[in-house]
T-cell receptor
């Protein structure tokens, strides 16, 4: 059973802080990794994807991938109240395009 | 443009009704997906179409019937649903690539079965 695990939340950080969201996966064959943000009552929005080991930065967001440790993380710098949402980690292992999602973690940014 | 559109936004149906959900994308993606999402849970894959052919059916009950008329459109036909089928139904699309590719979600249809 392919699994994706995320830290149990919720996570609360003050405005301006760095929020660190973590995710581990069980399938060593996993090749692509995604972070989705989902506001309450809305659909998931893709905010980051990463395919290679290392860091990938996009604005205030940095995704980090370590395939040896089967670990992917999302850092949100200068957190804003508008970042308050549920963040879903998703992993794709094969050619069939099937994503396996973690349970999600709810982030709350305190003004 | 990473837009996937879905209609209707909301749907209330009785257990004997037949209705359809519609999804459209114009990004040239050749894979399209239906997901079901219950409150406080991650999306749960139902069906995958790749190059207009059904490639994955996650053992979904036959009261849900998908259809992919062309590369831009995806339908989900609903018949004789149960109250526990009430959920947010999400459509997504992506390129087809070994190892996976970014999936973009539509806004969803909020379905209530009475």
């Amino acid at each position: 059973q392919k699994e994706v695990e995320q830290n149990s939340g919720p996570l609360s950080v003050p405005e301006g802080a760095i929020a660190s969201l973590n995710c581990t996966y069980s399938d060593r064959g996993s090749q692509s990794f995604f972070w989705y943000r989902q506001y309450s009552g809305k659909s998931p929005e893709l905010i980051m994807f990463i395919y290679s080991n290392g860091d990938k930065e996009d604005g205030r967001f940095t995704a980090q991938l370590n395939k040896a440790s089967q670990y992917v993380s999302l850092l949100i710098r200068d957190s804003q109240p508008s970042d308050s949402a549920t963040y879903l980690c998703a992993v794709n292992a094969g050619a069939n395009s099937k994503l396996t999602f973690g349970k999600g973690i709810t982030l709350s940014v305190r003004p | 443009d990473t837009e996937v559109t879905q209609t209707p936004k909301h749907l209330v149906m009785g257990m004997t009704n037949k209705k359809s959900l519609k999804c459209e994308q114009h990004m040239g993606h050749r894979a399209m997906y239906w997901y079901k999402q219950k409150a406080k849970k991650p999306p749960e894959l139902m069906f995958v179409y790749s190059y207009e052919k059904l490639s994955i059916n996650e053992s979904v009950p036959s009261r849900f019937s998908p259809e992919c008329p062309n590369s831009s459109l995806l339908n989900l036909h609903l018949h004789a649903l149960q109250p526990e089928d009430s959920a947010l139904y999400l459509c997504a699309s992506s390129q087809v690539r070994a190892g996976g590719h970014e999936q973009y979600f539509g806004p969803g249809t909020r379905l209530t079965v009475t």
